[in-house]
């Protein structure tokens, strides 16, 4: 089994900054792309930023520019830099990744997500 464990959340002012983190641990030959997704209440998840292995980024149109995604392939770890966060950021932060296990079998794994909550 997979397990990814999120960290970082909070809560923050309008304009101020968080850094979440994903580590991935377990059953892990190599962990393909990692996405960050958003989930505000009463919405459906939504895509943030997602980075394959080689380090290729996409972004949500609502935070280009403001947020930066990147990873560390020997911790198994995704990063999040949020900066000048806005009310509308407020979430829960969930990470997610494929991950290519030692049987050869290539499975998405979900994190159990982190709040974000920032105050106008």
């Known amino acids: 089994q997979v397990q990814l464990v999120e960290s970082g959340g909070g809560l923050v002012q309008a304009g101020g900054s968080l850094r979440l983190s994903c580590a991935a641990s377990?059953?892990?030959?190599?962990?393909?792309?990692q996405n960050w997704f958003r989930q505000a209440p009463g919405t459906q998840r939504a895509l943030v930023a997602g980075?394959?292995?080689?380090?290729?980024?996409e972004y949500g149109a609502s935070v280009k520019g403001r947020f930066t995604i990147s990873r560390d392939n020997a911790k198994n770890t995704v990063y999040l830099q949020m900066n000048n966060l806005k009310p509308e950021d407020t979430g829960v932060y969930y990470c997610?990744?494929?991950?290519?296990?030692?049987?050869?079998?290539?499975?998405?794994?979900w994190g159990q997500g982190t709040q974000v909550t920032v105050s106008s």
């Open positions: 997610n990744a494929e991950v290519i296990q030692w049987n050869g079998i290539a499975r998405g794994f």
């Open positions: 377990g059953n892990i030959f190599i962990v393909n792309y």
């Open positions: 980075i394959t292995r080689d380090g290729t980024t």
